[in-house]
DNA sequence: TAGAATTTTGAGACGGCTTATCAATTTCAA
DNA sequence: TTGAAATTGATAAGCCGTCTCAAAATTCTA
């Protein structure tokens, strides 16, 4: 039975570190719990909805922090118009993106046909995936007109 | 008989200046030539790029036509890190990436199947695809062991 | 073709987002 | 508990792209 339904990703971050001598922190932690409650989320965004209980977490550490989970593969790093999103790889499942390149809307959208001809493509290759990102980026009916 | 291989793209430049009320400038001819010639430059290769023989064409003015371009359906702007990658709409030839995550060793590829279900996923939603970014990411044989 | 109206250009200032810096603090292994 | 090493927070710095504005170029009109 696990102590918090982060579990996963908790073990994760901590393997990480200490495959890096990394330490773990407490704001590495609240970071995190902050993070895996949402789907996708910006450094500022994060910055903002954090300060209300812990007002001096500094933005900087947010930023670190969310490379960190970066690199740990628990999140995903996407640039959109200005700002970088940080998406929840575990919440996201195998969600990828439809981007109206007109008014930004994003729509998600997931396709077992296409995953599954990655891994052909993949293992044609000799790769084994662990991730991966797919955005189409086009226009929707209402911007077409 | 057209004068140059990228009548195309100048009569849809034309038309859209046109359209705007906007001028067709020395600047403007020279910067789409030298776009036409790539599949995908950022603003700042193409100012080092055209620097060599036109020294006094302004980075500024290169961002502004390269945004116009977009307007006018020629170019295409996607986010990649932290700089912003102008696409030749005109060259359909898109590869997709493999990229090891032990390494960084990136594998090119190109799957026609995976782009006829992205097609059909952006009608289902109503999308008309511009481009699209496909990147697996994984491990490779010899990362593996 | 000349002249006027309008747009564009180039150079640099500016602003937003992200990373670097660094002294003080915290973590953690011994 | 102690001390080496990593992290933090505040802010400076950096980067990329846009804005500003006077001078230049383009287009329109006659």
Redo the contacts between chains.
Sequence with gaps: MPLSKYAKEMDALKEHLAKHQLKFTRQRELILHAFLRQEHITAEAMYHQLAKTDPHLGLATIYRTLNLFCDAGIAQAR???SQTQYDNVSHKGHHDH?I??GCGRI?E?E?C??EK??EE??AR?????????????????RC?H
């Excluded at 290759?125 to 662990?130: E, K, P």
Aim: net charge neutral.
């Design positions: 640039h959109f118009g439809l109206c390149t729509v959208f396709n046909e296409i001809l990655q493509v993949a290759n000799g790769f084994s995936i662990q991730t991966h990102r797919l955005e189409l980026y086009g226009l929707c009916t077409r």
